[in-house]
């Protein structure tokens, strides 16, 4: 499959787009990357090194993945093929992560240097204990639960917020995510889907985008952030929209562990936004090798269920959080690390 444009009509906007790298390309990356240690020993070295090694994609689609990052009319997902990947993987680790025994990154590599074209990895303490690279694996005790370390329930349509004491959710939460496959599952089965916020609009009726407009909705605080901290209690935001900005270029807002609409009309919106996004999603089944660019604000990704197994063999996804820029957050830097907040 060749790549194709992230340009946008009008009447009917692209909101996938799909990249697919040459063999040649694939291959030169691959060896720069084998050949590169550790990224989390320096960061920004790493980062600088990335950017050199992936300015050797062909131009077409070095394009194509910067105007993802940076321009208002392309699709809010790109679909991203025919990666390099480590000639060999540890044991899927049991914990959800990181794995102690890796040893070659071309995985973080890829991960990273995809999120540099975009913007800058960046962490939250809650989430990860900080680190840059989140590795997304099933976790036995939380196989039921409303966050990555799910598998048997349908992971809701939602964005990646952040805890923020200021109230409001959707402030400090990353533009973007990365998403990379190491290892499928095990029936193949698991699918990732992202509904665009242009395509949703689109399918509300009027009264129902009236309300998720208004603010009458609270968001739960992340799953991590109520089991970690919380001790599951709920944390819920000040009132918002779930919709802003023109229906030309919306944003919207969903939690994954829980959003409360104020009244009973607002409960009914929810419910038909989340119909909305079933019906106009698109859906990926990640194999090794391919990755996901999810603009955190132009639309909604999901999950579906799928069988962990816990044998050492389960899904293994890499996730970076991204932003384009640190500043309006940058009351929550830690004292020790410029990418990483509270």
Known sequence: MTATTLQTAVSAPQTLGLIELPDAARDSIGRDLAAEPDPTRDIDRAMARYHQIFAGLPLELLQQILDFGRHNDTPGVGYVRNLPVDPELPRTPSNGGPAADKKTYVAEGVLLGLSGLLGEPVGFLTEKNGNLVHDVIPVEGGAMSQTNQGSVVFLNFHNDIVHDAIGRYDVSNPDFLVLSCLRADHEGVAATHYADARDIVRALDSRTLELLRSPLFRL??????????????????????????????????????????????????????????????????????????????????????????????????????VRRSQWSIRYRQTADSRRVHY
């Open 220 to 321: 739960n605080a992340p799953g991590s952030y109520v089991r970690d901290v919380a001790g599951g209690q709920e944390v819920l935001s000040d009132p918002v929209a779930m919709i802003n900005g023109p229906d030309q270029f919306p944003e919207i807002s969903a939690s994954a562990n829980g959003v409360r609409g104020m009244t009973t009309a607002a409960e009914a919106a929810l419910d038909r936004l989340q119909a909305a996004c079933r019906e106009t999603a698109h859906q990926v089944y990640l194999r090794p090798g391919e990755a996901l660019l999810i603009n955190n604000r132009k639309g909604l990704h999901a999950r579906t269920p799928f069988t962990a197994r816990y044998d050492g063999a389960d899904r293994w996804l890499q996730r970076t959080y």
